[in-house]
Nanobody, 121 residues
Framework: QVLLVESGGGLVQPGGSLRLSCAVSGRTFITYAYAMAWFRQAPGKEREIVASIRWNTHHKYYTDSVKGRFTISRDSAKNTVDLQMNNLKSEDTGIYYC????????????WGQGTQVTVSS
């Protein structure tokens, strides 16, 4: 069974920082994992991918709006995927979801429950 559990959301002022963490469990998934990603959904908007990381190569992708501010990383020992978010802006507000993709999969099929990030003064 695959389980993705996010933590670290909260309320922060513009310019502040937050670190999100996604704990990944499920032996089969971990063995055959291809990529992990963070998505977000702002109120009234569609869900969008924020950043992704290949499980084995650690190759990273960032959407343009977060480049230079967000950093995705994976801890092999802890099986966690973190998203360090710096210089946060009000437009970063939303529910952040951790997602996983298996080798051979065409999409992110595994999802966490989401964690709220609110950037407001």
């Amino acid at each position: 069974q695959v389980l993705l559990v996010e933590s670290g959301g909260g309320l922060v002022q513009p310019g502040g920082s937050l670190r999100l963490s996604c704990a990944v469990s499920g032996r089969t998934f971990i063995t055959y994992a291809y990529a992990m990603a963070w998505f977000r959904q702002a109120p009234g908007k569609e869900r969008e991918i924020v950043a992704s990381i290949r499980w084995n190569t650690h190759h990273k992708y960032y959407t343009d709006s977060v480049k230079g501010r967000f950093t995705i990383s994976r801890d092999s020992a802890k099986n966690t995927v973190d998203l360090q978010m710096n210089n946060l802006k009000s437009e970063d507000t939303g529910i952040y979801y951790c997602a996983g993709q298996r080798i051979g999969g065409s999409e992110y099929a595994y999802w966490g429950q989401g964690t709220q990030v609110t950037v407001s003064s």
